[in-house]
Protein backbone atom coordinates (compact mmCIF):
# COMPACT_ATOMS: atom_id res chain seq x y z
CA UNK A 1 0.00 0.00 0.00
CA UNK A 2 2.44 2.62 -1.26
CA UNK A 3 -0.32 5.04 -1.04
CA UNK A 4 -1.06 4.57 2.43
CA UNK A 5 2.37 4.82 3.41
CA UNK A 6 3.05 8.01 1.54
CA UNK A 7 -0.13 9.27 3.53
CA UNK A 8 0.93 8.30 6.81
CA UNK A 9 4.38 9.64 6.66
CA UNK A 10 2.49 13.08 5.41
CA UNK A 11 0.19 13.39 8.33
CA UNK A 12 3.01 12.09 10.89
CA UNK A 13 0.76 9.48 12.22
CA UNK A 14 2.44 6.49 13.87
CA UNK A 15 3.12 2.97 12.14
CA UNK A 16 0.74 0.63 12.24
CA UNK A 17 -2.55 3.63 12.57
CA UNK A 18 -4.46 4.58 9.22
CA UNK A 19 -4.97 7.72 8.87
CA UNK A 20 -8.56 8.85 8.74
CA UNK A 21 -8.35 10.37 5.51
CA UNK A 22 -7.53 6.98 4.05
CA UNK A 23 -10.14 5.05 5.78
CA UNK A 24 -13.06 7.48 4.09
CA UNK A 25 -11.56 7.42 0.77
CA UNK A 26 -11.44 3.66 1.46
CA UNK A 27 -14.84 3.60 2.22
CA UNK A 28 -16.26 6.32 -0.23
CA UNK A 29 -14.70 4.05 -2.91
CA UNK A 30 -16.57 0.51 -1.75
CA UNK A 31 -19.78 2.61 -1.22
CA UNK A 32 -19.22 3.78 -5.08
CA UNK A 33 -18.52 0.12 -5.99
CA UNK A 34 -21.53 -1.03 -4.31
CA UNK A 35 -23.78 1.45 -5.58
CA UNK A 36 -22.67 1.10 -8.88
CA UNK A 37 -23.22 -2.17 -9.17
CA UNK A 38 -26.75 -2.20 -7.39
CA UNK A 39 -27.44 0.35 -10.35
CA UNK A 40 -26.00 -2.17 -12.79
CA UNK A 41 -28.33 -4.88 -11.68
CA UNK A 42 -31.18 -2.74 -11.49
CA UNK A 43 -30.61 -1.61 -15.20
CA UNK A 44 -30.34 -5.51 -16.46
CA UNK A 45 -33.45 -6.13 -14.55
CA UNK A 46 -35.56 -3.35 -16.39
CA UNK A 47 -33.15 -3.94 -19.63
CA UNK A 48 -34.51 -8.00 -19.83
CA UNK A 49 -37.54 -7.16 -18.86
CA UNK A 50 -38.89 -4.82 -21.38
CA UNK A 51 -36.65 -6.38 -24.35
CA UNK A 52 -38.34 -9.89 -23.00
CA UNK A 53 -41.99 -8.61 -22.84
CA UNK A 54 -41.84 -10.49 -19.20
CA UNK A 55 -44.96 -10.30 -17.62
CA UNK A 56 -47.44 -11.98 -14.89
CA UNK A 57 -48.44 -14.67 -16.89
CA UNK A 58 -52.60 -13.88 -16.64
CA UNK A 59 -54.18 -10.64 -16.29
CA UNK A 60 -56.05 -9.61 -12.87
CA UNK A 61 -59.33 -9.98 -13.54
CA UNK A 62 -61.86 -10.86 -11.02
CA UNK A 63 -65.40 -13.09 -11.24
CA UNK A 64 -67.84 -14.67 -8.63
CA UNK A 65 -66.98 -18.06 -8.62
CA UNK A 66 -70.44 -18.58 -7.66
CA UNK A 67 -72.81 -16.64 -10.09
CA UNK A 68 -70.83 -18.21 -13.13
CA UNK A 69 -73.60 -20.92 -14.09
CA UNK A 70 -76.46 -17.83 -13.94
CA UNK A 71 -74.90 -14.83 -15.09
CA UNK A 72 -72.09 -13.09 -17.08
CA UNK A 73 -69.65 -13.81 -20.03
CA UNK A 74 -69.36 -17.88 -18.63
CA UNK A 75 -72.91 -19.29 -19.27
CA UNK A 76 -73.42 -22.24 -20.56
CA UNK A 77 -74.42 -20.54 -24.48
CA UNK A 78 -71.54 -18.69 -24.47
CA UNK A 79 -68.55 -21.69 -23.53
CA UNK A 80 -66.44 -23.05 -26.32
CA UNK A 81 -65.04 -21.36 -29.26
CA UNK A 82 -66.55 -18.02 -30.67
CA UNK A 83 -65.16 -15.62 -33.54
CA UNK A 84 -64.87 -11.83 -32.84
CA UNK A 85 -64.92 -9.30 -35.62
CA UNK A 86 -61.54 -9.08 -36.29
CA UNK A 87 -61.32 -12.75 -37.41
CA UNK A 88 -59.76 -14.11 -34.12
CA UNK A 89 -61.10 -16.33 -31.76
CA UNK A 90 -62.28 -16.39 -27.94
CA UNK A 91 -62.82 -20.10 -26.34
CA UNK A 92 -64.24 -20.43 -22.94
CA UNK A 93 -63.96 -22.58 -20.65
CA UNK A 94 -64.75 -23.79 -16.88
CA UNK A 95 -62.64 -25.48 -14.57
CA UNK A 96 -64.24 -27.68 -12.20
CA UNK A 97 -63.61 -30.60 -10.15
CA UNK A 98 -63.15 -32.72 -11.82
CA UNK A 99 -63.56 -31.70 -15.80
CA UNK A 100 -63.36 -28.72 -17.95
CA UNK A 101 -66.56 -27.33 -19.68
CA UNK A 102 -66.62 -28.10 -21.97
CA UNK A 103 -64.34 -31.45 -22.05
CA UNK A 104 -63.11 -30.58 -25.62
CA UNK A 105 -63.39 -27.50 -28.00
CA UNK A 106 -62.62 -26.63 -31.73
CA UNK A 107 -60.29 -23.80 -32.21
CA UNK A 108 -59.06 -22.74 -36.29
CA UNK A 109 -55.41 -23.33 -37.34
CA UNK A 110 -52.83 -20.42 -38.06
CA UNK A 111 -55.65 -18.07 -35.91
CA UNK A 112 -54.90 -15.87 -32.73
CA UNK A 113 -56.74 -17.68 -30.30
CA UNK A 114 -57.75 -16.24 -26.72
CA UNK A 115 -58.54 -18.87 -24.09
CA UNK A 116 -60.48 -17.62 -20.72
CA UNK A 117 -61.04 -19.75 -18.18
CA UNK A 118 -62.14 -19.26 -14.95
CA UNK A 119 -62.56 -22.19 -11.84
CA UNK A 120 -65.99 -22.77 -9.99
CA UNK A 121 -64.23 -24.66 -7.08
CA UNK A 122 -60.79 -25.18 -6.17
CA UNK A 123 -57.45 -23.89 -8.01
CA UNK A 124 -56.96 -25.83 -11.63
CA UNK A 125 -54.03 -25.97 -13.97
CA UNK A 126 -54.42 -25.57 -17.94
CA UNK A 127 -51.52 -26.93 -20.02
CA UNK A 128 -51.56 -27.13 -23.81
CA UNK A 129 -48.13 -29.76 -24.26
CA UNK A 130 -46.21 -28.00 -27.49
CA UNK A 131 -47.67 -24.30 -26.87
CA UNK A 132 -46.89 -21.17 -24.91
CA UNK A 133 -49.93 -22.19 -22.83
CA UNK A 134 -49.21 -22.88 -19.21
CA UNK A 135 -51.13 -21.24 -16.68
CA UNK A 136 -53.17 -21.62 -13.35
CA UNK A 137 -56.85 -21.65 -13.11
CA UNK A 138 -57.82 -19.94 -9.93
CA UNK A 139 -61.55 -19.29 -8.62
CA UNK A 140 -62.37 -15.93 -8.23
CA UNK A 141 -60.35 -15.01 -11.19
CA UNK A 142 -60.18 -14.78 -15.43
CA UNK A 143 -56.82 -16.83 -16.56
CA UNK A 144 -56.58 -15.18 -20.35
CA UNK A 145 -53.93 -16.82 -22.26
CA UNK A 146 -53.42 -15.93 -25.97
CA UNK A 147 -52.06 -18.52 -28.69
CA UNK A 148 -52.18 -19.75 -32.20
CA UNK A 149 -51.76 -23.64 -33.47
CA UNK A 150 -49.37 -23.71 -36.30
CA UNK A 151 -50.00 -27.83 -36.54
CA UNK A 152 -53.39 -29.46 -37.03
CA UNK A 153 -54.43 -32.33 -34.47
CA UNK A 154 -56.31 -33.39 -31.12
CA UNK A 155 -54.52 -31.74 -28.22
CA UNK A 156 -54.49 -33.09 -24.69
CA UNK A 157 -55.39 -30.25 -22.24
CA UNK A 158 -54.62 -31.84 -18.66
CA UNK A 159 -55.40 -30.09 -15.35
CA UNK A 160 -51.93 -29.72 -14.12
CA UNK A 161 -52.52 -28.40 -10.51
CA UNK A 162 -53.39 -31.24 -7.81
CA UNK A 163 -57.44 -30.47 -7.24
CA UNK A 164 -58.58 -33.29 -5.18
CA UNK A 165 -58.78 -37.09 -6.04
CA UNK A 166 -60.38 -36.71 -9.51
CA UNK A 167 -57.09 -34.79 -10.38
CA UNK A 168 -55.54 -37.32 -12.38
CA UNK A 169 -58.87 -38.00 -14.10
CA UNK A 170 -59.39 -34.19 -14.89
CA UNK A 171 -58.58 -33.23 -18.63
CA UNK A 172 -60.05 -31.53 -21.90
CA UNK A 173 -59.32 -31.97 -25.64
CA UNK A 174 -58.70 -28.87 -28.33
CA UNK A 175 -58.72 -29.86 -31.67
CA UNK A 176 -57.41 -28.07 -34.03
CA UNK A 177 -58.80 -27.84 -37.81
CA UNK A 178 -57.81 -26.38 -40.98
CA UNK A 179 -58.77 -22.18 -41.12
CA UNK A 180 -61.00 -22.88 -44.23
CA UNK A 181 -63.18 -25.75 -42.14
CA UNK A 182 -63.70 -23.69 -38.76
CA UNK A 183 -66.55 -21.25 -40.04
CA UNK A 184 -68.54 -24.50 -41.43
CA UNK A 185 -68.47 -26.06 -38.01
CA UNK A 186 -72.14 -25.89 -36.18
CA UNK A 187 -71.99 -23.90 -32.91
CA UNK A 188 -72.18 -27.71 -31.23
CA UNK A 189 -69.40 -29.01 -33.51
CA UNK A 190 -67.31 -26.07 -32.01
CA UNK A 191 -68.53 -26.24 -28.28
CA UNK A 192 -68.28 -30.14 -27.71
CA UNK A 193 -66.49 -31.16 -30.64
CA UNK A 194 -69.34 -33.17 -31.80
CA UNK A 195 -70.05 -34.74 -35.19
CU1 LIG B 1 -58.24 -29.89 -11.72
CU2 LIG B 1 -56.25 -31.04 -11.12
Avoid at 16 to 37: D, K, Q
Wanted: charged share 15%.
Amino acid sequence: MAEGQRDRQESGVPEGIIPEEVVARTEWRWLMIMIGALVLLMAIIVATGIAGALHPPSNVETIDPTTLHLRGEFVESSLGSAVEPNGSVTTRLIAQQYSFVPNCVRVPLNTPVKFRLTSADVIHGFLLPDTNVNAMVVPGFVTEVRTSFTKPGIYTMPCHEFCGAGHQGMWAHVIVVPKDQFPKLTPLERTSCAR
